[in-house]
């Protein structure tokens, strides 16, 4: 259950900066800058996708907006298909919430929740 996150990779003119388009907004109207694991105090979904990107390895900082994600490159060693799995790792489950091994609950349970 959940919409599966998807991305598009665009090219920057600047060396070292890669931006992915998603397919839906995570930030609303605010822009999020993350330089390091220690700048993420929250626990909101764009949180969440910025703690996900940089535990890759694969970039230094990140700047979020809407659906847009810019991504600074840790090494110019790393090939954008590298890129591509890792961010898809990371991206692509974002809001599953039912994977294999979890219980979905029943409507009884759910609704017990509410009352």
């Not at 259950?1 to 991305?7: R, S």
């Not at 694969?58 to 907006?65: A, D």
């Not at 810019?70 to 919430?97: C, K, M, R, V």
Request: charged share 20%; no cysteine; proline share 3%.
């Amino acid at each position: 259950m959940g919409q599966p996150v998807t991305f598009l990779r665009s090219s920057s003119p600047r060396p070292g900066i890669v931006r992915f388009e998603l397919n839906r907004s995570v930030t609303g109207m605010g822009h999020e800058y993350y330089n390091t694991a220690d700048d993420i105090l929250g626990d909101r979904g764009v949180d969440d996708l910025a703690r996900r990107l940089l535990e890759t390895n694969k970039i230094t900082s990140l700047h979020i907006y809407g659906s847009m994600v810019t991504a600074h490159l840790t090494s110019s060693d790393t090939t954008l298909d590298e890129l591509n799995i890792a961010f898809n790792d990371a991206i692509g489950g974002l809001y599953t919430y039912y994977v294999e091994g979890v219980e979905v609950p029943s409507d009884e349970e759910l609704m017990s929740q509410v009352s």
